[in-house]
């Protein structure tokens, strides 16, 4: 695949994937694409969020540019390995680790509905990325911290009430 045709699919996937898709009944003959609308259904079902459905959708929008929009019954365990290493290579860790987390999900749904016999995702495993906590102030930083904040509200208060 070429360069500019792989920016181009990213700008499409990000750009489809804030959009809901049509709902189609998902039988082992559905595709890839023609299952997003209906999985989308699913995961608002489940309560989650605008941001995490968005992110599953461009998700599976990366694994539809790269196998192409075929069956999910033909995609086997090898593959999305293949997928996997490949995401690895391309993509910050966060990012690899969600889509594993979006393929497990996904192909877990369509396992569950009886789609697909074997989860080809159920053996997937890339390591969690922990986002680092933010770090706290030290008990003299927040002493300086407030120290300057009542000078500036003093000063704020002394220009408002002249």
């Avoid at 699913?42 to 069956?71: C, M, P, V, W």
């Avoid at 995702?121 to 927040?142: D, G, M, Q």
Wanted: glycine share 4%.
């Amino acid at each position: 695949m070429t360069e500019q045709l792989e920016i181009e699919l990213k700008v499409k996937a990000g750009a489809a994937a804030k959009k809901l898709f049509p709902v189609y009944p998902v039988t082992k003959t559905s595709s890839l694409g023609s299952s997003i609308g209906a999985y989308q259904e699913h995961l608002k079902a489940r309560n989650r969020s605008d941001n995490t459905i968005e992110s599953y959708t461009r998700d599976i929008l990366k694994i539809i540019s790269f196998f192409g929009d075929q069956l999910a019954v033909s995609l086997s365990e090898d593959e999305l390995e293949r997928l996997v290493a490949h995401m690895r290579d391309n993509y910050k860790a966060k990012t690899v680790s969600r889509c594993v987390d979006t393929m497990k999900s996904y192909f877990g749904w369509l396992h569950g509905k009886g789609i697909i016999e074997i989860d080809p995702a159920e053996k997937l495993s890339f390591r969690h990325v922990v986002t680092p906590l933010p770090e706290i102030l030290t008990a003299k930083e927040y002493v300086v911290l407030l120290r300057r904040l009542r000078f500036d509200l003093g000063i704020i208060y002394w220009f408002l009430s002249a």
